[in-house]
Antibody, heavy 122, light 107 residues
Framework: QVNLQESGPGLVKPSQPLSVTCSVT??????????WNWIRKFPGNKLEWMGY???????YYNPSLKSRISITRDTSKNQFFLQLNTVTTEDTAVYYC??????????????WGQGTLVTVSS | DIQMTQSPASLSASLGETVTIQCQAS??????LAWYQQKPGKSPQLLIY???SLQDGVPSRFSGSGSGTQYSLKISSMQTEDEGVYFC?????????FGSGTKLEIK
C-alpha cells in the first residue's frame, strides 16, 4: 500500500523560499508509469495543481508558478521535494503530495498525503 | 487553462435522499473528469474517474455521468458519512484544474 507523507516548515516569512518534502513508502517513485505531484489548497477551498516529477525524472510545472517553482527528487530516499521561491501571504495553503496516473483518458490522483499547512507571515 | 464551474456551492440533504452535483468545463474534456470527496482534516479521496468509472472501494451509491462539457456526480441515497466537500477535476489538459467545491451537509 502506497503511503505519502508531507513535512514542511509550518511558518515561512514573506519573500523567503518555501520547502516541503514528500516521503513515499510502499512504492518506488521510479516505477513506471506514475507521476508525483504537488497540489495545494488555499483557505476557502480552492485547489491548485502545482506540478509533477515523473517516474523517469521529467518535470512539468503549472505555468502560473513556472518562475517560482522547483520540484526535485532523491530516489535513494524515495522522496520528492517542492520549493517555491519568493513567497507572499497568498501562498498560505495546505500543501499535498499525491501520486498521479494517466488512464481512461485522463490524469487522476488516487493517493494523497495528509497535507501540511504552510503559513506565510512575518 | 480549462475552467471548471461547479454547482451548487453548498447543499443539504436528508438521509436517503438522492443528491446531484454538477460540473461544467469551459471546453470539451472528452470524459476526462474525476470527482473527489474531502472530509474535514483529511485529504481528498478519489471517487470517480473517466467521468463514470468507480474507484475501487467506493460505495456503489456514488455514480458519475456526463460528456462534452457537462458532468454530474450522483449520490443515490445520502448517508451520514457522505458529508464533506466534493470537487471535480479535469484530467485532460495541463494545467490540471479543479472545480471550486460543493459542501454537502445532512439536513
Amino acid at each position: 500500500q502506497v503511503n505519502l507523507q508531507e513535512s514542511g516548515p509550518g511558518l515561512v516569512k514573506p519573500s523567503q523560499p518555501l520547502s516541503v518534502t514528500c516521503s513515499v513508502t510502499g512504492y518506488s517513485i521510479t516505477t513506471s508509469y506514475y507521476y508525483w505531484n504537488w497540489i495545494r489548497k488555499f483557505p476557502g477551498n480552492k485547489l491548485e495543481w502545482m506540478g509533477y516529477i515523473s517516474y523517469d525524472g521529467s518535470i512539468y510545472y503549472n505555468p502560473s508558478l513556472k518562475s517560482r517553482i522547483s520540484i526535485t527528487r532523491d530516489t535513494s530516499k524515495n522522496q520528492f521535494f517542492l520549493q517555491l521561491n519568493t513567497v507572499t501571504t497568498e501562498d498560505t495553503a495546505v500543501y499535498y503530495c499525491a501520486r498521479g496516473l494517466f488512464n481512461y483518458g485522463g490524469y487522476w490522483f488516487a493517493y494523497w498525503g495528509q497535507g501540511t499547512l504552510v503559513t506565510v507571515s512575518s | 487553462d480549462i475552467q471548471m464551474t461547479q454547482s451548487p456551492a453548498s447543499l443539504s440533504a436528508s438521509l436517503g435522499e438522492t443528491v446531484t452535483i454538477q460540473c461544467q468545463a469551459s471546453e470539451d474534456i472528452y470524459s476526462g473528469l474525476a470527482w473527489y470527496q474531502q472530509k474535514p482534516g483529511k485529504s481528498p479521496q478519489l471517487l470517480i474517474y473517466g467521468a463514470s468509472s468507480l474507484q475501487d472501494g467506493v460505495p456503489s451509491r456514488f455514480s458519475g455521468s456526463g460528456s462534452g462539457t457537462q458532468y454530474s456526480l450522483k449520490i443515490s441515497s445520502m448517508q451520514t458519512e457522505d458529508e464533506g466537500v466534493y470537487f471535480c477535476q479535469q484530467g485532460l489538459k495541463y494545467p490540471l484544474t479543479f472545480g471550486s467545491g460543493t459542501k454537502l451537509e445532512i439536513k
